[in-house]
Nanobody, 129 residues
Framework: QLQLVESGGGLVQPGGSLRLSCAAS????????IGWFRQAPGKEREGVSC???????NSADSVKGRFTISRDNAKNTVYLEMNSLKPEDTAVYYC???????????????????????WGQGTQVTVSS
């Protein structure tokens, strides 16, 4: 019953904003690092932004200053606020949760997907005029 469920995706015009949510059930999110990843058609999955158990974050250069990751342990939920969206942000966005010390204790490696144990089903984000 360990599940992650993403929500909040949709169609938005360039320059617009969306907030994605990643809700966990069946486990205590407090102990996990959380990463947001995305995959566009014909491209490999890339790490977008991640957060350690201590709240340290790491974001890809392409989204720095535009995307903000945060966590609300009381709600067992992690968020990704996306602003100033660009067409190249179009992708399916996934959240992952992991217990590996390489990502729970340090943000340096938390955008590496293989470190994560659980994944959500993804939510589509489309940025288009």
């Amino acid at each position: 019953q360990l599940q992650l469920v993403e929500s909040g995706g949709g169609l938005v015009q360039p320059g617009g904003s969306l907030r994605l949510s990643c809700a966990a059930s069946g486990f205590t999110l407090d102990y996990y690092a959380i990463g947001w990843f995305r995959q566009a058609p014909g491209k490999e999955r890339e790490g977008v932004s991640c957060i350690t158990t201590g709240g340290r974050t790491n974001s890809a250069d392409s989204v720095k200053g535009r995307f903000t990751i945060s966590r609300d342990n009381a709600k067992n939920t992690v968020y990704l606020e996306m602003n100033s969206l660009k067409p190249e942000d179009t992708a399916v966005y996934y959240c992952g949760a992991g217990l590996d010390l390489s990502i729970t204790a340090s943000q340096a490696m938390c955008r590496v997907g293989r470190a994560y144990d659980y994944w959500g089903q993804g939510t589509q984000v489309t940025v288009s005029s």
